[in-house]
């Protein structure tokens, strides 16, 4: 099972050292989301499609969607920066706003595939939006550990 906890860190410098916390961004005393198989590259990709109302190409292509920020070749865990324009989407969503994108979301192939519900869907949003205004309010950014 492919652990992706989702956290906010001051910067890129800070969201790598969780590289060096046995455990990574929970041990870290950061503010983290804890979650299964929501890769941050494909399925955070489709989400920023579905929120933002743009192609999931043009979603994979923004700024800092699904960037590796630790060395690949020192392997996984790896830190994955997620883009501000899904921060912001998430951020300034709705309840309404994100029940809908999470029945959407929920009927891709990647998140379909594994089984995962409109119900899990609701709750890894709201989860995530939480998180992303928290991260606003501070001045900061969202990041996933993404233990293979």
Known sequence: MTLC???AAA???AA???????GGPGQAELDVVFLKNIDPVVAIAQL???MTGCSYEEASRRP???QVLSEPEDGPPFVVS???SLIDALGTATQDDLVRSAETWSATDELRQMGIS???TTTVLKSLAGLAERAQGS???LYCWWAL
Not at 16 to 22: F, K, R, T
């Open 139 to 141: 001045g900061q950014r």
């Open 11 to 13: 910067d890129d410098q």
């Open 16 to 22: 790598v050292a969780v590289l060096d916390i046995p």
């Open 5 to 7: 906890d989702y956290f």
């Open 82 to 84: 997620l883009s501000d």
């Open 118 to 120: 409109i119900e899990d």
């Open 48 to 50: 920023e499609a579905v």
């Open 64 to 66: 800092r969607s699904g």
